[in-house]
């Protein structure tokens, strides 16, 4: 992680993920001590404050060139206490909707574009390709250009409203940003920093900016320091996590071995072995109440479909999934949804209402990976088409194969088998 490229600049302001509901009022700051760098404050207040400093002190320089005003601080720090609030209640929302947000920064967005191409320097000055008698061309005109005044800041609540100053709403829409930035660091390192030191470094970078001689509770050498360590515990946490994924892979490779049996030219096993494990999400009570694995399915003819609940292919896949379990469904074919290991419960449910699947449709998640890992290659959907016996054929191009699948339930659930040859990978596949 780069502590120095933590800090937002304008370049952000056309992409948001910001909540939205109008509401009015702000959220006022919950009554404690006020925060303050002391010999008691612990590394998280401290590297809080660091953040807030290094936001602060970009934003409050750049942003006043590049907009043409300054930025009111007081609906900024506003906006921060909303949308970390927002962050963990869900019934809190802050004071702008999206459209409007989105509307203020393509405003802005013009207003940026418009004064950098004030500063542009001429053909004849480019062509003498003097770059320091350009760049103090450039520097020359962007100080000459005129910078508005904020409010000045007096602590007090901000409400946002539709006749606000678009000043207002700016500097609001910054603070939403700032703070979502300030959460996403939070849950890098797993942990929730406290959102009145990221203020206080805020404050204090801006009376920095505005007055020079202004001193910072934490001096420079010692926001360095802070942010190196920060820097040292993330990258000990990456390796912690390649670590324990890597153990994972390894304990689900030695879980499997015995799962996968005699296997087909391309290295896939001859058939789907039943034992492998799954938990239940929706099953017919006809083939079983409750279940660990897949061997209350054993026996039956299968129509399988391999998922991810955010794949846009496997939404666009599922309903003619779901058309051909009703189609076949009276001649005895059973259809097996299997969620890949990477979901969630919600998100699975969701993708199955979204769907539209009804009881047509078993589902089932591959929480072990012992599905994925042995009958899949990483991509999704994939389909098969299961023998009672446990033979199978995988199709891994749905939408260019499902008259071929169509064919094949056809001929299955009529007592014809499904057949499948794959070839062995070539030697450069291999490499």
């Not at 500097?171 to 700032?178: D, I, K, R, T, V």
Request: aromatic share 8%; with cysteine.
């Amino acid at each position: 992680m780069d502590m120095k490229k933590i800090a937002l600049g304008s370049a952000a302001l056309a992409a948001f993920g910001l909540m939205g509901c109008d509401q009015m009022g702000g959220d006022k700051a919950e009554s404690k001590a006020p925060a303050a760098i002391t010999a008691n404050s612990t590394d998280d207040q401290k590297f809080a404050y660091m953040l807030g400093a290094q936001f602060g002190g970009q934003n409050f320089t750049i942003i006043p060139r590049q907009m043409g005003e300054e930025i009111y601080e007081d609906a900024l720090l506003q906006a921060i206490r909303d949308n970390v609030k927002a962050s963990k209640d869900t019934n809190f929302k802050v004071q702008m909707t999206t459209d409007s947000l989105q509307a203020l920064s393509k405003r802005y967005t013009a207003i940026a574009r418009k004064r950098y191409e004030e500063t542009r320097p001429d053909s004849a000055l480019v062509a003498e390709g003097n770059n320091e008698k350009i760049k103090a061309y450039v520097d020359s005109v962007a100080k000459a250009q005129p910078v508005t005044k904020a409010p000045v800041s007096t602590g007090a609540a901000v409400t946002v409203a539709g006749d606000s100053p678009d000043n207002t709403k700016f500097s609001y829409l910054l603070g939403l940003q700032f703070a979502n930035q300030f959460v996403n660091i939070g849950s890098q390192f797993q942990t929730e920093f406290d959102v009145d030191y990221f203020i206080l470094g805020i404050k204090e970078s801006a009376a920095k900016v505005a007055d020079s001689t202004y001193t910072l509770q934490l001096p420079q050498d010692s926001l360095n320091a802070v942010g190196q360590r920060y820097q040292q515990k993330m990258q000990d946490m990456r390796a912690a996590a390649i670590k324990k994924q890597q153990e994972e892979e390894a304990k689900l490779k030695e879980e499997i071995a015995p799962l996968r049996g005699d296997t087909l030219a391309n290295g896939m096993p001859q058939k789907l072995n039943f034992k492998v494990k799954a938990t239940k999400i929706f099953v017919d009570k006809t083939i079983a109440t409750d279940l660990e694995n897949l061997e209350a399915f054993a026996g039956k003819p299968l129509f399988i479909m391999y998922f991810s609940a955010t794949c846009g292919h496997c939404a666009h896949a599922a309903p003619e999934v779901l058309a051909m379990a009703k189609e076949f469904a009276p001649k005895g074919l059973v259809t097996l949804a299997v969620a890949s290991g990477g979901n969630q419960k919600v998100g699975i449910r969701k993708f199955m209402d979204n769907a539209k699947w009804d009881e047509s449709i078993n589902v089932v998640w591959d929480e072990s990976r012992q599905f994925g890992e042995l009958y899949s290659d990483g991509y999704v959907p994939k389909v098969y088409v299961v023998n009672p016996d446990g033979t199978y054929k995988m199709y891994a191009a749905f939408e260019s194969q499902k008259d071929e699948m169509k064919q094949d339930l056809a001929g299955l659930v009529s007592g014809k088998n499904v057949e499948w040859n794959p070839e062995a990978p070539k030697a450069e596949e291999k490499k």
